[in-house]
C-alpha cells in the first residue's frame, strides 16, 4: 500500500507562487514507478499538471508551461510542485498521484486558490 499526503496549498493573488509538496509512505511506498500532480476544479474533469517518470524525465500540460515545475526527491519519497505566476484558472484541489506495477494511488488533495 501507498499512503499520499499532499500540503501547501492555499489562498494567493494572481501572480503569486506556492509550493506543494507530497509525501508517499507505507509498505509499498518504495520503489514508485512515476509521481506526478493532477488539479480538479468545479465541474471540470480531472486533468494532469506535471509528472515525473524518471529522474529528469518530466511532462507538463500545455497550460502551465514555463510557470510550473515538478520535482523529486527519490530519498525522502516526496514530490514538489513549484507554480509561479498564478492565475485565477489554476484554482483547482490538487491531487498527488503515484504509481506503482500498474497501481495508482492517490492523496485527499489540497485546495489552490487564485485570487484576481
Known amino acids: 500500500q501507498v499512503q499520499l499526503v499532499e500540503s501547501g496549498g492555499g489562498l494567493v493573488q494572481a501572480g503569486g507562487s506556492l509550493r506543494l509538496s507530497c509525501a508517499a509512505s507505507g509498505r509499498g511506498a518504495f520503489g514508485i514507478n512515476a509521481m506526478g500532480w493532477y488539479r480538479q476544479a468545479p465541474v471540470k474533469q480531472r486533468e494532469l499538471v506535471a509528472t515525473?517518470?524518471?529522474?529528469?524525465?518530466?511532462n507538463y500540460a500545455e497550460s502551465v508551461k514555463g510557470r510550473f515545475a515538478i520535482s523529486r526527491d527519490y530519498d525522502k519519497n516526496k514530490v514538489y510542485l513549484q507554480m509561479n505566476s498564478l492565475k485565477p484558472e489554476d484554482t483547482a484541489v490538487y491531487l498527488c498521484?503515484?504509481?506503482?506495477?500498474?497501481?495508482?494511488?492517490w492523496g485527499q488533495g489540497t485546495q489552490v486558490t487564485v485570487s484576481s
Open positions: 515525473v517518470t524518471g529522474p529528469g524525465r518530466t
Open positions: 498521484n503515484a504509481m506503482k506495477l500498474g497501481m495508482s494511488y
